[in-house]
């Protein structure tokens, strides 16, 4: 099977050699770093085939037992789709502290203008830019800025609201609509 000068390659190994020597089921070969070294038959394949069909059934065979043998790549785990209407939502913070670098100075009235008008303007431009749906945190509290944000979203038409998603924001945001018109 295997004669002096043929090159070979071991199975469970990444080495490839030259035989040496043939003694029975051992084979002696030398790797091209130089080593010799003594395997069983079983365990080399030749890589230096003629084109004759019986070596190329070997080959054939060959390759798909080095394919056996590789290690399986681990799978790659893809992410889940949101749906559409999920993805990319814009979320606006109105917590003043998020608005400011210092809130020293300001009276509660002058947060509450800031914040609502924050809150306007993020709105306004939803509805230029036609996005669908946007998120205002406003935190639980008291419930004032809340309020007015309702009275706010309430002077428009072409929208609607509700609390935001329980499990993500809790009871401290709202959900706006953007009824798109077709023109």
Excluded: C, W
Excluded at 44 to 66: A, D, P, V
Excluded at 116 to 136: G, M, Q, W, Y
């Amino acid at each position: 099977m295997f004669s002096k000068g043929d090159e070979v390659s071991v199975l469970d190994e990444a080495v490839n050699g030259v035989v040496l020597s043939v003694n029975g089921e051992q084979v002696t070969i030398e790797s091209t770093d130089g080593f010799v070294m003594t395997f069983f038959v079983n365990e080399l394949i030749k890589i230096n085939e003629s084109s004759n069909l019986m070596n190329s059934i070997k080959s054939f065979n060959s390759g798909e037992i080095k394919k056996e043998k590789e290690i399986p790549k681990p799978r790659s785990f893809v992410k889940e789709r949101k749906e559409k209407r999920e993805v990319g939502v814009p979320e606006f913070d109105l917590h003043i502290e998020k608005l400011v670098p210092n809130k020293r100075g300001m009276s509660n009235f002058d947060i509450l203008t800031l914040q609502s008008e924050t809150a306007k303007r993020h709105l306004d431009f939803a509805i230029r830019n036609r996005i669908p749906k946007i998120v205002f945190i406003h935190g639980v509290g008291e419930g004032v800025l809340k309020a007015e944000l309702d009275f706010l979203l309430g002077r428009y038409d072409n929208i609607s609201f509700q609390d935001a998603n329980y499990q993500k924001y809790g009871l401290g945001a709202t959900e706006v609509y953007i009824k798109q018109n077709s023109k």
